[in-house]
């Protein structure tokens, strides 16, 4: 049973960082499709960036380039994202979703608040 948990969320001012973690169980952590997402209220959810685990391709949205950033730990079963320069409209609640063999797994989502 494929598990994913979001963690490393809070309340952060702006100019901030925060380090969110996305760990996954149940399967070999290899081949498989990684995305960050995010949804703040009454907005539709939002890719934030996306991993191909094989190739280490990233993409991320313009709204974050630059200032967030993807890393993973093989030994962990771990995606960190790191994300700098906070601004008060990078709050919402971010979830992660791996795709592993055509099945799409999302965590239960981390909620980022930026506020002075």
């Known amino acids: 049973q494929v598990q994913v948990v979001e963690s490393g969320g809070g309340l952060v001012q702006p100019g901030g960082s925060l380090r969110l973690s996305c760990t996954a169980s149940?399967?070999?952590?290899?081949?498989?499709?990684l995305y960050w997402y995010r949804q703040a209220p009454g907005a539709e959810r939002e890719l934030v960036v996306s991993?191909?685990?094989?190739?280490?391709?990233?993409n991320y949205a313009d709204s974050v380039k630059g200032r967030f950033t993807i890393s993973r730990d093989n030994a962990k079963n771990t995606v960190y994202l790191r994300m700098n320069s906070l601004k008060p409209e990078d709050t919402a609640v971010y979830y992660c979703k791996i795709r592993y063999r055509n099945y799409d797994y999302w965590g239960q989502g981390t909620q980022v608040t930026v506020s002075s």
């Open positions: 149940g399967f070999t952590f290899s081949n498989f499709l």
């Open positions: 991993l191909t685990s094989t190739s280490g391709t990233t």
